[in-house]
């Protein structure tokens, strides 16, 4: 397909969107690819962009609904912040959905990773974020037990080990090193985010160090493009 009829799709699914309350409920895929004289694999397409900008929800085997807008969620990389200091400078409420606290052995990679023995206890936090009763980020971290052991994951746990830590004290964090990827959702991150298999995300691959430069955190986030928005601030070569 060309761009202009491209285009021209989006405008009118635009409109279509714009039109219709929050929480309705858009005609079935062979439907609107139909009304608006389009094949269902070019529909999708358009869908999947709306999706990532937050208009729009499709739920495997239920439909497309509309989303009520809320506040994106903007941040510097510069600095390491969990999301809920984020949401919380714009007063956006957002809160733990289901929690998963898994205890692991070091495999070979994690055992690399750690510089710890081969078979060394690891606590894994499995935890999905939700705002306005939606899921916007599925996020996981690892970490060696004597770091964080399961016990201290309790009801007052509110989602994120980075504020947990800070609250402790110690160990004393110094940096993160975070590598940024787009990805397809996988089934098990789609599920979690109750989004389409290979819909586009955000994905942050981080490790966290302490100030003596021990490695303590190794994390995977991945957010939905439509509630977040990162930028970096650079310096100008030669200035």
Known sequence: ???YPFRRLQTELAKLIASLPPESRLPSEPELAKQLGVSRA????AMRAFENRGLIRRRQGIGTFVLPQVPVIESGLEVLESIETLARRIGLSVKM???QVLQESADEREAALF????GTPLTRVERIIYAEHRPIAFLIDTLPQDILSPSELNGSFTGSVLDLLLRRGKPRLAQSRTEIYAVGATPEVAR??????????L???AQLYTDDGQMIDHSHSYFLPGYFRFHVVR???GT
Not at 115 to 118: E, K, Q, S
């Open 42 to 45: 070019t529909l999708r397409e």
């Open 235 to 237: 310096r100008v070569s």
């Open 115 to 118: 510089h710890l023995p081969f």
């Open 192 to 201: 979690a985010l109750q989004i389409q298999r290979d819909d586009v995300l």
């Open 203 to 205: 994905h942050f691959e």
């Open 1 to 3: 397909m060309s761009n």
């Open 97 to 99: 959905g289901e929690l």
